[in-house]
């Protein structure tokens, strides 16, 4: 079956424009993750979605970041008035529910930012 | 807070030599440990988790066992192959349900 979906695979923007990321989760996967991976780094965590509700976002760095999933499944990541730090490889991943606290997250290839 | 360090690479092998990647860990509370491998081109994959002490995770001949005394979750494998070339990742959740990753050691086998 279809893995986890990330569109664009690349995208290069200015300084200060907004940016949009798309993520299509594997078919029911109730839960869904965006990860944030800089160059030479592992992954780091920026928003949990149970369902159509973030139930953690502790992890957007600051408030130019959200993110949406209104019906529960694609989820769209936003970033507004892009910096150069905000390149990077952003990352999805969805997982069941009853994967509770199992960690076993299904990851799409990423979307890579480069803000010039 | 929570972190995972691992050793540096990147590492070369010849086919069938042993492998070992150190991964130490710091975390409240008692954590689910975990490797993630990610091999060229793809996306992130789990290989093999351990939820509690004394564990041992495996999968595809590859081993990690959870040690509390130590805070560790090496992993190891006898002989690798060429197609074991990725780059691996440690990574621990909590009950925040939050992977937090170490920063991956990129393993290169020669034929």
């Known amino acids: 079956g279809a893995g986890v979906s990330q569109t664009p695979s690349n995208k290069v923007t200015e300084k200060g424009k907004y940016v949009e990321l798309r993520c299509d989760p594997i078919?029911?996967?109730?839960?869904l993750y965006w990860y944030r991976q800089s160059l030479g780094q592992g992954p780091e965590f920026l928003i949990y979605?149970?369902?159509?509700?973030?139930?953690?976002d502790s992890g957007l760095p600051n408030d130019r970041f959200f993110a949406v999933r209104p019906e529960g499944s694609v989820s769209t990541l936003k970033i507004q008035r892009t910096e150069r730090g905000d390149s990077a490889v952003y990352l999805c991943?969805?997982?069941?529910?009853?994967?509770?606290?199992?960690?076993?997250?299904?990851f799409g290839e990423g979307s890579r930012l480069t803000v010039l | 807070g929570n972190s995972v360090t691992q050793m540096e690479g990147p590492v070369t092998l010849s086919e069938e030599a042993f492998l070992t990647i150190n991964c130490t860990y710091t975390?409240?509370?008692?954590?689910?440990l975990f490797w993630y491998v990610q091999y060229p081109g793809e996306g992130l994959q789990l290989l093999l988790k351990?939820?509690?002490?004394?564990d041992k995770g495996s999968n595809k001949g590859f081993e990690a066992t959870y040690r509390k005394e130590t805070t560790s979750f090496h992993l190891e494998k006898g002989s690798v192959q060429v197609s074991d070339s990725a780059v691996y990742f440690c990574?621990?959740?909590?009950?925040?349900?939050?992977?937090?990753f170490g920063s991956g050691t990129q393993l290169t086998v020669l034929p």
């Open positions: 351990a939820t509690k002490a004394d």
């Open positions: 990574a621990l959740m909590t009950s925040s349900r939050q992977l937090t």
């Open positions: 078919s029911g996967h109730t839960a």
């Open positions: 979605f149970q369902g159509t509700g973030a139930a953690d």
């Open positions: 975390a409240t509370g008692y954590p689910s």
């Open positions: 991943a969805s997982s069941l529910e009853s994967a509770r606290n199992t960690g076993e997250l299904f």
